[in-house]
């Protein structure tokens, strides 16, 4: 009997490797806080695998025009604050009349801004308004020109899973976007719209530039021993996760989150070592 020979299969792989190239063909995205970071790293995954348009929206002209520069012709770029409603409105309309639809919404803008307990009102209402409440009023806005198929990703964070002191607005608005991530699922299911959430943990960007002086060694060495992978993440292994959420390899996901952390979050504050090792510890000599 005939079988499927050599050559069959390596005109499978072929065909498959074409596919993770162009796993995203056809489809138009959306990517806030993308001028910087890891937005401009998804934004840039997303063009990578096949995306016919992405839509790279942010503050910073200049910045964004850099991006989208680097991604080239499907890359266009939408100079917004996305606490303002109007400034939305415009986007999606201007990307609807353009594209005829948005297939992908990556919710990424966000501010640190934290003083924990010492956390104005006022400090309350701009990070929950820029991390929480924009990408909920955002999402709402793109869903009803969203086709079957469609995706939302919202970046989240190890820092909404866990406490910490001298934070708490941050984590809070990360800790809600785990959780509208659920509601939304459930909500946009019956559209054929999927919903996830991507919590990253230190991964390598502005940010960590700042408290590192620049280096990402030190950053890999302090990261180190937090994550158990033993360094920081890297942008694109962030946007390689978002590709996937949003792809339709994902199709059977939604209302979850996806921990890209370098298995952060399944370790204790005991650091993986048991009680006698950290009992060992304190009969060795310190230096
Ligand atoms: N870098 C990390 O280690 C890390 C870890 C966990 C989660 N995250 C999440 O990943 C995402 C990207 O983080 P990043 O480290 O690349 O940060 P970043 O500061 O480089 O990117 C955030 C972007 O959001 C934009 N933004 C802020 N307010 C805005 C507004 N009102 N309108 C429009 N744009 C606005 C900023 O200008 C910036 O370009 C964030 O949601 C962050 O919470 C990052």
């Given at each position: 009997?005939?079988?499927?020979?050599?050559?069959?299969?390596?005109?499978?792989?072929?065909?498959?490797?074409?596919?993770?190239?162009?796993?995203?063909?056809?489809?138009?995205?959306?990517?806030?806080?993308?001028?910087?970071?890891?937005?401009?790293?998804?934004?840039?995954?997303?063009?990578?695998?096949?995306?016919?348009?992405?839509?790279?929206?942010?503050?910073?002209?200049?910045?964004?025009?850099?991006?989208?520069?680097?991604?080239?012709?499907?890359?266009?770029?939408?100079?917004?604050?996305?606490?303002?409603?109007?400034?939305?409105?415009?986007?999606?309309?201007?990307?609807?009349?353009?594209?005829?639809?948005?297939?992908?919404?990556?919710?990424?803008?966000?501010?640190?801004?934290?003083?924990?307990?010492?956390?104005?009102?006022?400090?309350?209402?701009?990070?929950?308004?820029?991390?929480?409440?924009?990408?909920?009023?955002?999402?709402?806005?793109?869903?009803?020109?969203?086709?079957?198929?469609?995706?939302?990703?919202?970046?989240?964070?190890?820092?909404?899973?866990?406490?910490?002191?001298?934070?708490?607005?941050?984590?809070?608005?990360?800790a809600a976007?785990l959780q509208i991530?659920k509601n939304?699922?459930?909500?946009?299911?019956?559209?054929?719209?999927?919903?996830?959430?991507?919590?990253?943990?230190?991964?390598?960007?502005?940010?960590?530039?700042?408290?590192?002086?620049?280096?990402?060694?030190?950053?890999?060495?302090?990261?180190?021993?937090?994550?158990?992978?033993?360094?920081?993440?890297?942008?694109?292994?962030?946007?390689?996760?978002?590709?996937?959420?949003?792809?339709?390899?994902?199709?059977?996901?939604?209302?979850?989150?996806?921990?890209?952390?370098?298995?952060?979050?399944?370790?204790?504050?005991?650091?993986?070592?048991?009680?006698?090792?950290?009992?060992?510890?304190?009969?060795?000599?310190?230096?």
């Open positions: 009997m005939a079988r499927a020979d050599s050559t069959d299969s390596s005109n499978s792989v072929g065909a498959c490797m074409t596919d993770m190239v162009n796993k995203l063909a056809g489809k138009v995205a959306l990517v806030t806080g993308a001028t910087s970071g890891l937005g401009s790293d998804i934004a840039k995954e997303l063009a990578a695998a096949g995306a016919d348009a992405v839509f790279v929206a942010g503050r910073d002209r200049a910045a964004g025009q850099v991006i989208v520069d680097a991604i080239g012709p499907s890359a266009f770029l939408m100079v917004l604050d996305i606490t303002d409603d109007d400034a939305l409105d415009r986007c999606v309309e201007h990307i609807v009349a353009q594209s005829g639809r948005i297939d992908i919404l990556i919710n990424c803008a966000a501010i640190y801004e934290d003083a924990g307990l010492a956390s104005t009102r006022a400090q309350w209402h701009s990070t929950l308004n820029v991390n929480l409440v924009s990408a909920a009023v955002l999402t709402c806005k793109v869903a009803p020109h969203m086709p079957p198929g469609g995706a939302v990703v919202n970046l989240s964070s190890i820092g909404g899973k866990f406490g910490a002191a001298g934070r708490a607005v941050y984590p809070a608005s990360k976007l991530t939304f699922a459930v909500e946009l299911a019956p559209a054929g719209i999927r919903v996830v959430s991507v919590s990253p943990a230190w991964t390598w960007s502005p940010m960590l530039a700042k408290v590192s002086g620049g280096s990402i060694d030190v950053a890999d060495r302090v990261g180190g021993a937090l994550h158990p992978l033993g360094r920081v993440g890297r942008g694109e292994e962030i946007a390689k996760a978002v590709v996937f959420a949003v792809s339709p390899d994902a199709s059977w996901i939604t209302g979850t989150d996806l921990a890209v952390d370098g298995g952060f979050a399944c370790l204790g504050p005991d650091q993986g070592m048991s009680a006698s090792r950290w009992f060992d510890k304190l009969s060795q000599p310190s230096t």
